[in-house]
């Protein structure tokens, strides 16, 4: 009888053992590997990954907030330039990514682009992605080679109509935001232009101020340095208000292409699955980053700023992204553009 209880109280004590180890393993996150370690985040460092070429406007939007943000993670951030097919190999990437937390996108408005552009995306934007919030809404201005004769954007816009088939609107590939911003120029004014891409922004500006190409649309980031410089001549700027850094250059409003607005939003990703805690962490230092007053200067000198702490969260980016979708999935459709 004594045995009996003996090898009972045994069994018990093996029992309660592995429940014990069961429950460690639930809080450590050890079930299924996605949040290993979420409660330590981060150990390690972590690597954000910038669809485009090192050098260009998001890459120089990354490289602002990178600091700041380590600063408040305590880990290493670096920055990974994974360019080709506008974005979509970067990305694609990232949404096959452990979702860890140690690996993180920065895109732009090519996220809501690139559905309607691609016929064969390996990944989907609203399922494959957590949103981690929106950084900064750049604006883009209409540029052209120094000696192009138009002088205003209404100028602009008759000589084109006038000249379709000489005119050529450079842009840094299918899916970049020069691109977009180039198909709306075309549908706001009703025009079909010859259009050159290039395998990123820096060749396309290059041979823009060299002459080699007549305009563009491209990004303040880009732009405003050739612009203050006087190596381009600019029109306009497409957000509703005028860009402090060039108060002088009228909106397209003012210029009489109302049609023409946009801005080319930003916004940091993790792969789906990524453990709440860890994106949660990941937002807080994105606003602490955003309130820091070298990267608002720094973006200012570039002709933006940080978006307001409300709209640097999951909730407001995954609320633009769902909408720009829409938006661009007609516009696209509109103008029969596929890039694959």
């Not at 004594?2 to 029992?15: G, K, S």
């Not at 996150?29 to 406007?57: C, H, K, L, M, R």
């Not at 981690?132 to 084109?160: E, H, N, S, W």
């Not at 006087?230 to 509703?240: F, L």
């Amino acid at each position: 009888m004594t045995t009996t209880r003996h090898r009972a109280a045994v069994r018990m004590i093996a029992a309660i053992g592995a429940l014990s180890l069961l429950a460690a393993c639930s809080d450590s996150g050890g079930g299924d590997g996605s949040g290993d370690g979420a409660g330590n985040y981060p150990e390690q460092n972590i690597t954000f990954v910038v669809p485009f070429s090192a050098g260009g406007p998001t890459d120089t939007v990354t490289r602002m907030i990178a600091e700041p943000m380590a600063a408040k993670l305590g880990a290493k951030i670096v920055v990974q330039n994974v360019e080709g097919a506008g974005g979509t190999v970067g990305a694609g990437e990232v949404a096959r990514a452990r979702p860890d937390g140690y690996t993180v996108l920065m895109h732009h408005i090519g996220m809501s682009t690139a559905p309607a552009l691609y016929r064969n995306l390996a990944y989907k934007p609203l399922e494959d992605f957590e949103m981690v919030g929106l950084v900064t809404d750049v604006p883009m201005t209409i540029v052209a080679r120094k000696d192009f004769p138009p002088t205003t954007l209404q100028d602009l816009v008759t000589y084109v109509k006038a000249n379709t088939n000489k005119v050529t609107l450079a842009n840094a590939g299918i899916g970049a935001a020069s691109h977009l911003c180039g198909l709306l120029f075309q549908t706001a004014t009703g025009v079909k232009l010859q259009e050159v891409p290039y395998q990123g922004t820096g060749p396309a500006l290059t041979d823009l101020v060299g002459g080699q190409v007549d305009f563009m649309c491209d990004q303040t980031t880009n732009t405003s340095g050739q612009i203050s410089a006087g190596k381009v001549k600019a029109y306009a700027v497409t957000t509703p208000e005028r860009v402090k850094s060039l108060p002088d250059l009228p909106t397209t409003t003012e210029a009489g292409l109302p049609q023409l607005q946009v801005g080319v939003w930003h916004g940091l990703y993790a792969p789906a699955g990524t453990p709440q805690e860890v994106v949660q962490k990941l937002t807080e230092a994105l606003k602490v980053a955003l309130a820091d007053q070298r990267v608002i200067d720094q973006m200012a000198k570039l002709g933006t700023a940080p978006v307001p702490a409300k709209d640097a969260t999951p909730e407001a980016h995954r609320a633009r992204l769902e909408e720009q979708l829409g938006t661009w999935a007609k516009v696209i459709a509109d103008a029969g553009v596929k890039a694959s």
